[in-house]
């Protein structure tokens, strides 16, 4: 259980989280390439191992997205964050490891399917999940914008 106790708050380093997004556009090329994949009609004309290949560098280009952001986008500030501030940055920080999960999952489960020579059978599951996914992380990187520009507001003095 979480206590109200902590002494610090989570804040972002805007411009920086703002360019991790902005240079990392392989990831939401890749993103995307999976997405349209998973939305044909019959999505495995291409062989199962290259698709399962490209969804394990897309959970590995989350991994090091997510790394990016926290090392550099995120920091614990004692003081100085509007508190509203500080719990949405806290909470889409937590929803990494809940969306690196996720992934990860997918992508477990496609390898045992693509092992096992079921993939093409499973493919209304794996693209219901990964479409799932897909729409949480979108709300994710929305979020975080609104958070940047949030951060971005507050250092000029929060006036319009
Ligand atoms: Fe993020």
């Not at 989280?17 to 939401?28: A, D, M």
């Not at 490891?97 to 493919?123: F, M, N």
Request: hydrophobic letters at 40%; charged letters at 25%.
């Amino acid at each position: 259980m979480a206590t109200t106790t902590a002494t610090l708050t989570v804040t972002v380093n805007a411009a920086f989280l703002q360019e991790i997004k902005e240079v990392n556009q392989e990831l939401f090329h890749r993103l995307s390439e999976v997405r349209q994949i998973l939305s044909r009609p019959v999505p495995f004309t291409m062989d199962g191992v290259s698709f399962v290949a490209k969804l394990a560098e897309l959970r590995d280009q989350l991994a090091l997205h997510f790394a990016l952001e926290e090392a550099y986008g995120y920091f614990d500030d004692p003081v100085f964050v509007a508190p509203q501030l500080g719990r949405v940055a806290e909470s889409l920080r937590a929803q990494h490891r809940e969306l690196y999960l996720e992934i990860s999952q997918i992508v477990e489960q496609a390898e045992r399917h693509q092992y096992r020579g079921q993939l093409p059978s499973w493919t209304v599951v794996l693209a219901g999940a990964f479409m799932r996914f897909h729409h949480r992380f979108g709300q994710h990187e929305s979020r975080e914008n609104e958070l940047i520009q949030q951060a971005y507001d507050d250092d000029l003095g929060g006036s319009e």
